[in-house]
């Protein structure tokens, strides 16, 4: 062997297993303690922050993203791209509500069914006086 080979670096596993049971325990004592802070929305903040925290740590070293050159970026552009114009191309039907929303399966002001009106033409029991 040469002294031309690099040498190849090994990430902190262990250290990285303990970083992550340590944000693990921070967000259990985050929600132990929720009524130190002052709402719901700010123990969203704080255990969604350590989410981030612990997302990172897995998708930089036990997903090697640390470690790869910058090709990653040219595959991560077509999911990229499908991701903002999935929900772009979805808005007009599922964001804007352009349709009725009392459709005919489900009227809000649905009266109660008797069984009366089968068979008679739909004029029910007022029909037959």
């Known amino acids: ?48 922050a350590i989410s981030v925290m612990k997302a990172t740590c897995v998708m930089l070293y036990f997903m090697h993203l640390k470690f790869e050159r910058a090709w990653k970026y040219i595959l991560l552009a ?6 903002i114009g999935l929900p772009l ?3 007009p039907d599922v964001g804007v509500h352009y349709y009725d929303i009392d459709v005919p399966q ?17 004029g029910g029991a007022e029909a037959a006086h």
Request: aromatic residues 6%; proline residues 7%.
């Open 78 to 83: 077509p999911t990229t791209i499908l991701a």
């Open 89 to 91: 191309a979805l808005l």
């Open 1 to 48: 062997m040469t002294d031309s080979h690099e040498t190849h670096h090994h990430p902190p596993y262990g250290f990285i297993f303990v970083l992550l049971i340590g944000f693990t325990l921070l967000s259990c004592v985050a929600d132990i303690m929720r009524d130190a802070l002052p709402s719901a929305l700010a123990l969203a903040v704080v255990v969604l």
């Open 106 to 122: 489900n009227p809000i002001n649905a009266h109660a069914f008797d069984g009366s009106d089968i068979g008679s033409g739909g």
